[in-house]
């Protein structure tokens, strides 16, 4: 049981590029969440979703696009990587309202 | 808004210090709360929630929290730290059956051996 699993681990992109980050969870969970996490200014909620086909926009969502086109994938999508973007990506599942999160590792993004 | 306060950004101790980290938030109905945990280098794992019942909570390596509601408070207690509890501290909160997490900043804690 992996539980949630983000590929890749590391990546440096140069501006301008773009790139797609994986979420997967096998534990058939119907909420799936993209955060950000900078120093000093904790987890920011970039997109989430509520079930396979859904997606929501969070805090801060400019520049980022998901889907979810099934329920134990969740892709976030840099169209045009920026160096604000450079940050650690963690991504989370969740089975109902009255659970705790599961984390994935993190992605440790650097864009040059 | 819903907001979640971590009044210590950062906290110092020396190990067999007793350890609080505060947190309130700002909502009037039913919350569910938790504090996580990140290890230098890792990701976030539960150290312990609440959702309902007896209003202090035990979780993992002997880290305890009490919900008050009047307060709008879910403190974060440890009687004696240990050098291996360095790390960060986050408090969350979810609101009702709002399906997002709303994250404190976090407070960094260190302990010196």
């Known amino acids: 049981n992996a539980g949630v699993t983000q590929t890749p681990k590391f990546r440096v992109l140069k501006t301008g590029q773009s790139m797609t980050l994986l979420c997967a969870q096998d534990m058939n969970h119907e909420y799936m969440y993209w955060y950000r996490q900078d120093p000093g200014m904790g987890l920011r909620l970039i997109h989430y979703?509520?079930?396979?086909?859904?997606?929501a926009k969070g805090e801060v969502p400019d520049g980022y696009n998901v889907s979810r086109l099934k329920k134990q994938n969740f892709l976030l999508g840099l169209e045009s990587a920026a160096p604000s973007q450079t940050s650690v990506y963690f991504c989370?599942?969740?089975?109902?309202?009255?659970?705790?999160?599961?984390f994935g590792n993190g992605t440790r993004l650097t864009v040059t | 808004a819903q907001s979640v306060s971590q009044h210590n950004h950062h906290v110092i101790l020396s190990e067999a210090a007793s350890l609080e980290l505060g947190c309130n938030y700002s909502?009037?109905?039913?919350?569910?709360l938790f504090w996580y945990v990140q290890y230098p280098g890792q990701h976030l794992q539960l150290l312990l929630k609440y959702f309902s019942g007896d209003p202090l909570v035990k979780g993992i390596k002997g880290f305890e929290a009490e919900f008050i509601k009047s307060k709008f408070s879910f403190n974060l207690r440890k009687p004696s730290v240990q050098w291996s509890d360095t790390a960060e501290y986050f408090c969350a909160v979810m609101a009702g059956n709002n399906r997002k997490l709303i994250w404190g900043l976090g407070t960094s804690l260190a302990v010196n051996p």
């Open positions: 979703s509520v079930g396979e086909g859904t997606t």
């Open positions: 989370a599942s969740l089975w109902r309202t009255n659970s705790p999160l599961h």
């Open positions: 909502y009037g109905g039913t919350v569910n």
